[in-house]
């Protein structure tokens, strides 16, 4: 069973992190971004130029997260009663296509320079590798304090931490050129990076496209959810249950339910006691239930997420 969680809108890691240490690192990275770009130009080096716009992504990334956080702080009003939490999960989205952009990207460069090699400086590598490795570990460690309990911040985490890897990538391969003139390491590692970058959009894209499609939030058991609305005293049956996600981090559900007995009184007690244990249980802060006689119910709950049927057409059936 899922337990309870704090849904409080600013009571998350990501509080620890303010925008001023935001805004600095969006200015550190556009600054790295302009220095990899021309030393990759200088040496001749695919990779440094892929850690450059790796980089440039991390710039992106972080300042769209500062954006969507901003926007996210804004109360509910006639135009978004729900509020602008989702803004980040859309802020979220677009930094997770960004990076599968770039990835395949990459692999589309790397492929053309097997084909047509040029020469590559390896000491220009090394250095501006080795500045830009500081610059994404001093980032990754501001941005780790907000990337706990929020999907966007994660993803702007996610960033800096895969272009730090590809910095150290870029220094292998420059110690390479410099050592053996192994210039396919380069591309190699240039490949390297791009399918990390591919893996990082491609795992925490799922999880952002069902936030915003309003699927039933990952932590709660639907199933035992509905058992325990059952079994609340005073409630017959349960119908029409939907649960979704406002935001990342709050949830709303509504549903119907057929009573024991429809005075008033009654229902305002099950109210009570369903909010209180959703809650508790399932961390579930704003719940709307609607009384139904039994004989207006139809019995839907809700339909079971149908199985695959291996391209069978079963509508003849």
Known sequence: MAHSHDHAGHSHGEENLSDRQLILA???????????????????????????????????????????????????????????????????????????????????????????????????????????????LVTAFIVYRGAHDSINMKAAFLHNVSDALASIGVIVAGVLIILYDLVVADL?????????????????????????????????????????LRALGGVQDIHHVHVWNLGEHHRALEAHLTLVDYSQTAFEGVKRRARAMLEKDFGIAHATFEPCLATDCDDALIPAHPAPNNGKDTAGD
């Open 188 to 228: 190699i590692i240039t490949l390297i990076i791009a399918a990390y970058v591919i893996w990082q959009g491609a795992t925490l894209l799922p999880r952002t496209v069902r936030l915003l499609m309003g699927a039933v939030p990952d932590e709660v058991e639907f199933d035992q959810m509905v058992e325990n």
């Open 26 to 136: 969006v200015a550190i990275n556009v600054l790295l971004t302009l220095a990899q770009i021309v030393g990759g130009i200088l040496s001749g080096s695919l990779a440094l130029i892929a850690d450059a716009l790796h980089n440039f992504s991390d710039a992106a990334s972080l300042g769209l997260a500062w954006f969507a956080r901003r926007i996210g702080r804004r109360p509910a009003d006639k135009l978004m009663t729900f509020g602008y939490a989702q803004g980040e999960v859309v802020a979220a989205l677009i930094n997770l296509t960004t990076l599968l952009i770039i990835g395949f990207y990459l692999i589309v460069e790397a492929i053309n320079r097997f084909a047509a090699p040029q020469p590559v400086e390896g000491w220009t590598v090394i250095w501006v590798a080795g500045i830009a490795l500081v610059i994404d």
